[in-house]
């Protein structure tokens, strides 16, 4: 079964074209600085205009997750992560944890994190593994 | 709103409860809705405003045959119906309506009539939660818990301790789904569904409905009910996405919501006789208890594990054996809503000796609304 996907709208559209470039896009408001995601062509803390997309560092840490044990027929048949990271820009994010085994003891808040790009058919997914060295 | 100005004189839940796979949606909405009216000596025509969430309350008024002047469709998940109330106690003073009617019905286990769970691809939820394998509430709403955990160094025996002492006050309530005893062990045995959530700790999925009917707190005294007033409300919305709540340990909805219902009430915490505390999961109850200010941070755990919520405690909680052990169609709020009106009457189950103030405070989506409705039974 293909694997759930999103459909970008013209506001999200350069997100999704950053991961296709393995790039993590965010976005900040150039009147207050403040960073934020979801995508939007507006600043949600002060409501400017003035705005502009920039690439993230890409890492982050682990905030907070659970295991699904009963995956969805597109995430396979194992137990899976499903997790949001902190970057280190300030938003959280959802993602699936990559890399390390999907156990509470592999799993641990706060452990760094970095961004990589799986892909799907004509979309790339930013995923995270744990960060090396 | 104005203290006292409105009250609840019709309230029932659906006549059967847990699995009716011989009645539609919106069929379970009419049989609550006929049920309320029953209890209230009202016919559909004495009914001038309608409101409802799941069906549209277009729907509704024809399959009632109501010709409303006043129709509300907030439609934000489970506390649909707290916003409902509130929102019928202002149309009410206004002028909008005398009569106004809410309806809750699901056919969440049977499926029959019912629509499906899609969400658009295209939308925020759809594009930054669903490729990373959210399926239902069990994978969205318990995301922050293990930050909520760590922040205040709890453990998943505190999750399971609030379904041990729900399961307490179901055993006392006939109508409950589940009545036999469990233990934190029998809930950490439980089925693995979403590290670190059991079964156990996820609501029930069930087939039912509730309504109510409010009217003037003059017209009120008339009915043949007790009348059970609304002494205040509050209400909002964070986020649709779970992921981006401004904090894992608290939900923004349930201070602002809270609060603003307290404020409007005049009351302070230890006024509150009786409490119901919208549980899909168990970690709602503890979020709650904190974020409406019953107990600080990090410290409702400790407040259920030593039974000031459970049966003879000082601040008895979710007393229908809540989402957990009651019944939880899909949107609960409607449920906690018939469980104070109860209690306020004086005929629960398991009633609270004397309670004179009851405290509703219901989720919608995962954390993303809010509505709490404070209500009285002295006039």
Same mark, same amino acid.
């Not at chain 2, 469709?73 to 489970?78: H, I, L, M, Q």
């Not at chain 2, 055993?171 to 409950?176: G, I, M, T, V, Y």
């Not at chain 2, 979710?318 to 949107?331: D, E, P, R, V």
């Given at each position: 079964m293909d694997r759930a996907l999103p459909t970008p709208t013209p506001e999200t559209q350069h997100f999704w074209d950053g991961c296709k470039a393995g790039e993590l896009r965010l976005q900040r408001c150039t009147d207050c600085s403040h960073t934020y995601f979801p995508?939007?062509?507006?600043?949600? @803390?002060? @409501? %400017?205009? %003035?705005v502009e997309v920039y690439a993230a560092s890409g890492k982050g840490v682990l905030w907070s997750y659970v295991i699904n044990h009963?995956?969805?027929?597109?995430? @396979?048949?194992d137990p899976h992560s499903i997790a949001v990271v902190k970057l280190q820009e300030g938003p959280t994010m959802m993602t699936n944890i990559i @890399?390390?085994?999907?156990t509470p003891e592999a799993l641990q808040l706060d452990m760094p994190v970095e961004v990589v790009f799986e892909t799907f058919g004509e979309t790339a997914l930013p995923l995270f593994q744990p960060a090396k060295g | 709103m104005k203290q006292k100005s409105v009250a609840v004189v019709g309230a029932a839940e659906t006549t059967?409860?847990?699995?009716?796979? &011989?009645?539609?949606v919106i069929q379970l909405h009419a049989d609550a809705a006929l049920n309320a009216m029953a209890d209230a000596g009202?016919? +559909?025509?004495?009914?001038?405003g309608v409101a409802t969430a799941g069906a549209s309350p277009v729907e509704l008024a024809h399959y009632l045959g109501i010709t409303p002047t006043y129709a509300d469709?907030?439609?934000?998940?489970?506390?649909s119906f707290m916003l409902h109330v509130r929102h019928a106690a202002a149309a009410i003073n206004e002028g909008l309506a005398k009569t106004i009617l809410i309806t809750h019905g699901e056919?969440?286990?049977?499926?029959?009539g019912a629509g499906g769970f899609g969400r658009n691809p295209a939308s925020l939820m759809g594009q930054f939660e669903m490729p990373y394998g959210?399926?239902?509430? +069990?994978?969205?709403?318990?995301? $922050?818990v293990l930050r909520y955990l760590k922040t205040y160094g709890l453990t998943e025996e505190d999750l399971a301790m609030v379904a041990v002492i729900q399961r307490e006050w179901a055993?006392?309530?006939?109508?409950?789904s589940f009545k036999d005893p469990i233990t934190v062990d029998d809930v950490l045995n439980?089925?693995?569904?979403?590290w670190p959530f059991r079964m156990l700790m996820c609501c029930l999925v069930t087939d039912g409905g509730g309504a109510l009917i409010l009217t003037s707190a003059d017209r009120a005294k008339d009915f043949p009910q007790k009348p059970v007033y609304v002494l205040g409300t509050g209400e909002s919305v964070e986020t $649709?996405?779970?992921?981006?709540?401004? &904090?894992f340990t608290s939900s923004k909805a349930f201070r602002v919501s809270g609060k603003k219902a307290f404020d409007e009430a005049?009351?302070?915490?230890? &006024?509150?006789?009786h409490l119901m505390i919208y549980d899909a999961f168990a970690h709602l109850p503890l979020y709650g208890l904190e974020d409406l200010g019953?107990?600080? +941070?990090?410290e409702a755990a400790a407040f259920i594990r030593e039974r000031?919520?459970?049966?003879?405690?000082k601040l008895p909680l979710?007393?229908? *054996?809540? *989402?957990?052990?009651?019944?939880?169609?899909?949107?609960y709020g409607m449920y906690a809503l018939q469980e104070s009106v109860r209690q306020m009457r004086g005929i629960a189950p398991a009633q609270v000796p004397g309670a004179k103030i009851s405290v509703c405070h219901g989720v919608g989506g995962m954390f993303a609304a809010s509505g709490t409705i404070i209500f009285t039974n002295e006039g």
């Open positions: 995508p939007r062509p507006f600043c949600p @803390g002060c @409501g %400017s205009r %003035s009963r995956p969805r027929p597109d995430m @396979g048949k @890399g390390c085994p999907q | 059967k409860m847990g699995k009716i796979p &011989d009645q539609s009202l016919k +559909p025509s004495d009914i001038d469709g907030t439609s934000v998940g489970g506390c056919s969440g286990r049977s499926r029959v959210v399926t239902s509430p +069990p994978t969205m709403f318990t995301i $922050p055993a006392k309530n006939p109508r409950a439980s089925p693995m569904i979403a $649709p996405m779970v992921s981006q709540m401004e &904090d005049g009351i302070k915490h230890a &006024d509150v006789d019953f107990c600080k +941070p990090g000031n919520t459970a049966i003879g405690g979710n007393t229908n *054996g809540g *989402g957990l052990s009651y019944m939880h169609s899909g949107m």
